[in-house]
């Protein structure tokens, strides 16, 4: 029964991916930055203020710039775990013979997947205790710490997903890389530009008294992008003027939770289709 659900692609990954000096490397640059970044928010709010103390107003504003840097990790560094998962082996000439083996493509797939996710959770797991200044200060609600933890793993599975994808379907590391990292301007960058020109064509037919047809888009814009999720459930006010301005009232993580979960689905199933397609194409 246990070797129904073993997958020895997956322990192979993960003890190649946690032995690996860059990948203890990496995640010494990952505490550093964040480190970094909380004495020197901790020097400037107690220091060259004159305040010399904190207060739970600064906890917070503390945990929203921490959470959100984190997120901008979580995305910059994601692609470069796993679009080179597959590509990588090809370059390597080891594709063909991992193919022959027993394993499924789903096997190798998920494989892949889990190694790289699995790290990235060390990771967030790693910088906890910095977050434990938090607490210590005041400010946060528990129900915040979890929820943001849990937009953290959804959004690097659906982020690894589309790299094994790209990964999968394309023969070059650099090319998988390009497109990963297009992939995530445009969730993080491009939504973001999408939305604030819905509001403003929003605002402009409100001043015209006419109906626009742009609100319900406007908000898929704003739904699938991480950091406007990121805002909303630092700052629930803003989620309540969000509904207000595009008029409606369906909550943004709902969207949000639907659309990742459907596009991990979908490139999970692109790169398992695609996989065993690109050897018999190479044959």
Same mark, same amino acid.
């Given at each position: ?40 928010? &901790? $020097?400037?709010? !107690? #220091? ?10 600064? =906890?917070?504003?503390? /945990?929203? %710039? ?31 013979? &991992? $193919?022959?083996? !027993? #394993? ?10 889990? =190694?790289?996710?699995? /790290?990235? %959770? ?162």
């Amino acid at each position: 029964m246990m070797d129904r659900f073993s997958n020895p692609v997956l322990l192979k990954e993960l003890k190649l991916r946690f032995r690996a000096f860059k990948s203890f490397s990496g995640l010494m640059f990952y505490l550093a930055v964040l480190c970094i970044f909380v004495a020197g928010f &901790l $020097l400037i709010r !107690t #220091q060259f203020t004159g305040t010399n103390f904190f207060r739970p107003d600064d =906890s917070f504003t503390m /945990f929203a %710039v921490l959470s959100v840097l984190q997120m901008g990790l979580v995305m910059f560094i994601t692609p470069g775990l796993t679009a080179g998962a597959i590509s990588t082996e090809r370059e390597k000439q080891t594709l063909n013979i &991992l $193919l022959t083996t !027993t #394993q499924s493509s789903t096997q190798i797939i998920i494989g892949k997947l889990l =190694s790289s996710v699995a /790290f990235l %959770v060390l990771m967030l797991l790693a910088g906890l205790p910095l977050y434990s200044l938090v607490f210590l200060f005041g400010g946060v609600s528990p129900s915040q710490f979890v929820t943001i933890f849990l937009l953290y793993l959804i959004t690097l599975v659906a982020i690894g997903s589309i790299g094994i994808m790209f990964s999968t379907i394309t023969k070059k590391t650099i090319v998988s890389m390009i497109a990963t990292y297009g992939a995530m301007i445009f969730l993080g960058g491009i939504t973001a530009f999408f939305f604030f020109m819905g509001v403003s064509m929003e605002q402009m037919s409100m001043g015209m008294s006419t109906v626009t047809p742009f609100a319900p888009i406007t908000y898929f814009w704003a739904s699938i992008n991480p950091g406007a999720l990121m805002v909303t459930i630092l700052y629930p006010e803003m989620a309540n003027s969000l509904e207000s301005v595009v008029g409606i009232s369906l909550p943004i993580w709902v969207v949000y939770l639907i659309f990742y979960i459907l596009l991990t689905v979908f490139c999970l199933f692109v790169a398992i289709r695609k996989l065993r397609a690109n050897m018999k194409t190479n044959r």
